[in-house]
C-alpha cells in the first residue's frame, strides 16, 4: 500500500426525484401497519441516540428495560448502531422501537452467567475492536452493559482490557465465581426463549412515561 484517495459524494433526499413504483410499494406495503407504526409509547428528556464503540442513550434505555422487565441483574445489549434519533420531547412511537431492535432473532433471554464468563465477553468482543493486528479486527461494536461499570484499556492485550467490573446497584466488586442473572437480547445459540426485544422495550416505556436520559458515566475508557 503506497497510498490511497478518495471524494465525498453528497447525497440530499431532497433533491432526488423518488422513483413513483418505489414509492407505491413503500405505501402499500406500510398501509396495514400505520396504526402500529404511529402508536405513541411515551417520551423521553433528552437525546436517544446510537453511534460510537460505546453504549448510547438508546442502548441504555434497551438495558434498563432488560433489566427491569426480565428482572436481572445484569444486561447485556448487542453493538448495534442502526436505528434513527429522537430529538429530547419527541414522542417515542413503536416505529422507533422496531427501528432499534427489528433483528429475526430477539427473544430477550435471561440466563445465569459468572462473573467470570462476563467478563470474557468483554474481553472476547474488546479484543475484535482494539487488536492491534489490523487482521484480527473483526469489526462490530462493543456489546452494551447495564446494570455494571466497568474499565477498559484499548492498549493492553486480550485478557487485561477489563477491569473495575463493578455492579452499579451495590457498587461492589464483580465476583468471578459467582453466578448473576443476565438478560439480553439478540442471541445467536439455538432454542433461545424469552419476549421479544421490541415488546419489552415498548412496555417498558409504557409503563414509564417520560424515559430520563442520563449521562452514561459508569463505562471508563483508556489507552484511547
Given at each position: 500500500?503506497?497510498?490511497?484517495?478518495?471524494?465525498?459524494?453528497?447525497?440530499?433526499?431532497?433533491?432526488?426525484?423518488?422513483?413513483?413504483?418505489?414509492?407505491?410499494?413503500?405505501?402499500?406495503?406500510?398501509?396495514?401497519?400505520?396504526?402500529?407504526?404511529?402508536?405513541?409509547?411515551?417520551?423521553?428528556?433528552?437525546?436517544?441516540?446510537?453511534?460510537?464503540?460505546?453504549?448510547?442513550?438508546?442502548?441504555?434505555?434497551?438495558?434498563?428495560?432488560?433489566?427491569?422487565?426480565?428482572?436481572?441483574?445484569?444486561?447485556?445489549?448487542?453493538?448495534?448502531?442502526?436505528?434513527?434519533?429522537?430529538?429530547?420531547?419527541?414522542?417515542?412511537?413503536?416505529?422507533?422501537?422496531?427501528?432499534?431492535?427489528?433483528?429475526?432473532?430477539?427473544?430477550?433471554?435471561?440466563?445465569?452467567?459468572?462473573?467470570?464468563?462476563?467478563?470474557?465477553?468483554?474481553?472476547?468482543?474488546?479484543?475484535?475492536?482494539?487488536?492491534?493486528?489490523?487482521?484480527?479486527?473483526?469489526?462490530?461494536?462493543?456489546?452494551?452493559?447495564?446494570?455494571?461499570?466497568?474499565?477498559?484499556?484499548?492498549?493492553?492485550?486480550?485478557?487485561?482490557?477489563?477491569?473495575?467490573?463493578?455492579?452499579l446497584k451495590t457498587g461492589q466488586p464483580v465476583d468471578a465465581s459467582?453466578?448473576?442473572?443476565?438478560?439480553?437480547?439478540?442471541s445467536v445459540n439455538e432454542g433461545t426463549e424469552g419476549p421479544a426485544?421490541?415488546?419489552?422495550?415498548?412496555?417498558?416505556?409504557?409503563?414509564?412515561?417520560?424515559?430520563?436520559?442520563?449521562?452514561?458515566?459508569?463505562?471508563?475508557?483508556?489507552?484511547?
Amino acid at each position: 500500500m503506497k497510498g490511497f484517495e478518495y471524494r465525498l459524494i453528497p447525497v440530499f433526499a431532497d433533491a432526488i426525484a423518488p422513483d413513483p413504483e418505489m414509492i407505491s410499494l413503500v405505501r402499500e406495503l406500510r398501509q396495514p401497519f400505520e396504526e402500529q407504526y404511529a402508536r405513541v409509547l411515551g417520551a423521553a428528556d433528552g437525546l436517544l441516540y446510537r453511534r460510537g464503540n460505546f453504549n448510547g442513550t438508546w442502548d441504555d434505555l434497551i438495558c434498563d428495560a432488560l433489566l427491569a422487565e426480565r428482572d436481572a441483574e445484569i444486561a447485556l445489549s448487542p453493538g448495534f448502531r442502526w436505528g434513527s434519533s429522537l430529538l429530547p420531547d419527541t414522542p417515542i412511537t413503536m416505529e422507533d422501537v422496531w427501528n432499534q431492535t427489528a433483528i429475526t432473532y430477539p427473544a430477550a433471554y435471561r440466563n445465569e452467567m459468572s462473573g467470570q464468563q462476563i467478563k470474557d465477553i468483554l474481553e472476547d468482543v474488546a479484543d475484535n475492536l482494539f487488536n492491534p493486528d489490523p487482521y484480527y479486527q473483526q469489526g462490530g461494536d462493543m456489546v452494551r452493559v447495564g446494570g455494571m461499570g466497568y474499565s477498559i484499556d484499548i492498549s493492553k492485550p486480550i485478557g487485561s482490557r477489563i477491569s473495575g467490573m463493578t455492579m452499579l446497584k451495590t457498587g461492589q466488586p464483580v465476583d468471578a465465581s459467582r453466578n448473576y442473572v443476565v438478560a439480553g437480547w439478540a442471541s445467536v445459540n439455538e432454542g433461545t426463549e424469552g419476549p421479544a426485544i421490541w415488546d419489552l422495550v415498548a412496555g417498558h416505556i409504557q409503563k414509564q412515561k417520560i424515559i430520563q436520559v442520563r449521562e452514561n458515566q459508569s463505562v471508563r475508557i483508556q489507552g484511547a
